[in-house]
């Protein structure tokens, strides 16, 4: 039996090149960077080297990147630590709804701690409205995190204009309001400059695009003040205590140069596959339908909904001819509730059970495609003919006949 992974929005493969630059860092050059040592200026300058890669692939400064265990770490360090860093000044969030569980996790936590959290609408396009964004904005503001594309329907959201709003508010004396985006879904999928968009600070982890699990970064723009969530030593310019895992940076690094160098062929790849995989499954499976804003979104995300039949169902019978896909975040897993995201762009709940996921990755292939378009339409009629809301809509059908 065929394997197919399509589900590279919830973790990749990691590439030869990263594992090869990797593979020194745990059997030769093994030493603690902050050691004085031969062996720990050794690991040092491997972490320097690779906070530099990552600097380059952001168009950032160095000393701008700080390596944490991954994006939820980064995106609770962004929120939490701006929060706790501007509490005299104002105690007032703006995000979305269909922000990762770590953003709205930590959202919730502050709320707890006396923080005031305004959840933005996305609807049906699955976008943040400008004129939300102003409406919501107080003087008491001092976040604004909004992811730059969606991890489930892959839709992109408006920074730039975002944080032209945020300019105005400061020209006009509200100077401690930050932009924080989460851009684990974007990073490696389309191009992500922070000077261009505009943000303060930014989130991404390795294991999205082909490196290791475990290791992440958040950007902060020099000038911006975050309090540290990780205390202990003075690691990360003391924004981030523990001892660095030197195998895992270097590894993040890698994965940074090689998408900078192989960006613009890798978004081609994955728009080609899925446009291919989307325009073949509507021709040969009736009743399914795109969600999400299909012009504004990155190039390896296609989320479909399959009418009168359960995404989990479809998950499954995949599986079992070799081919993984998913229902919707993989941080979510096992929560019997449709996907947030998808209520939130106005999906009726028992259409929000129905979606999949399909995400391409670099080692993505035309014939794994082939094989998943040969494969799912008799999987779709086979649990069609199950379901209880198909039998019901053929017996309402008949009784109008008659």
Known sequence: MKRIYLDNSASTRVDDEVTQAMLPYFTEAYGNASSTHQWGQQARQAIEDARQQVALLLNADKTEITFLSGGTESDNLAIKGVAESNKERGRHIITSQIEHPAVLASCAHLEKQGCRVTYLPVYREGVVRIEDVREALTDETVLITVMHANNEIGTIQPLREIAALIKERREAGQKHLYLHT????????????????????????AHKIHGPKGVGVLYVRRGVRIASQMHGGHHERDRRAGTESVPLIVG??????????HLAERMEHARELRDYLE??????????????????????IANLNFDHVEGEGLQISLDLKGVAVSTGSACSSGSTEPSH??????LPRDTGYGSLRFSF??????EDVDYVLEVLPAVVEKLRRLSPAMKKKQTAATADQA
């Open 361 to 366: 990755g670099q080692y993505n292939t035309k």
């Open 279 to 300: 325009e073949e499954l509507f021709k040969r499976i009736p009743d399914i339908s795109r969600n999400g804003a299909p012009e504004r979104r990155v190039p390896n």
């Open 252 to 261: 993040m690094g890698k994965a940074a140069e090689l998408v900078r160098l």
């Open 182 to 205: 989460d851009a684990v879904q974007s990073v490696g999928k389309i191009p992500v400059d922070v000077k261009e968009l505009g943000v303060d600070l930014l989130t991404l982890t």
């Open 341 to 346: 995201v998808l209520m939130a762009i106005g």
